[in-house]
């Protein structure tokens, strides 16, 4: 368990990587994230703070797996015990669904993660609504149109 620089409890000690839940800046609350390209960023980061510099660690996971000709992203904080809420476009019918998880931090709604099947534009405007702590408010009722630009909620 660490804290948003990966100190441990312990002085002087650190932990990275798939082994670490840490603090998460964005989504407030503590985070597990075990895949190769989250613990690299970590360490980037951990390396910065164990060598002077205080650096915290602000990223949202992404990870991607395709297979059987299909693609699945997992965006963020994906586990529906910690969302308030979750929003699926799309349908398994169609071969494509994205659900979305909201959350109320400090007042503002927004989006913490997402899992994103078959609708791969769609992952990069997610993470930046995550990153940036868009307040989707406005947009929530509209989530769950396919029709609705996601892009809308970041211009």
């Given at each position: 368990m660490t804290n948003e620089y990966f100190e441990t409890s312990i002085p002087d000690i650190y932990a990275a990587g798939d082994c670490a839940e840490?603090?998460?800046?964005?989504?407030?609350?503590?985070?597990?994230?075990?895949?190769?390209?989250?613990?690299?960023f970590q360490g980037a980061t951990v390396a910065k703070t164990?060598?002077?510099a205080r650096t915290i660690f602000e990223a949202v996971s992404v990870y991607t797996i395709?297979?059987?000709?299909?693609s699945c992203s997992f965006i963020g904080m994906t586990e529906a015990d910690f969302a308030d809420e979750v929003i699926s476009r799309g349908s398994v019918e169609s071969g494509r669904m994205t659900q979305i998880f909201?959350?109320?931090i400090d007042g503002v709604l927004r989006i913490v993660g997402a899992t994103v099947i078959?609708?791969?534009?769609?992952?990069?405007?997610?993470s930046a609504a995550i990153k940036n702590r868009t307040d989707i408010s406005q947009s929530k009722i509209?989530?769950?149109?396919?029709?609705?630009?996601?892009?809308?909620?970041?211009?």
């Open positions: 840490f603090y998460d800046v964005i989504i407030q609350a503590p985070h597990l994230v075990g895949t190769w390209a989250n613990a690299t164990m060598l002077g395709n297979f059987f000709g299909a909201i959350k109320n078959n609708a791969p534009g769609e992952v990069a405007t997610i509209k989530l769950a149109d396919v029709n609705f630009d996601l892009k809308n909620l970041v211009s």
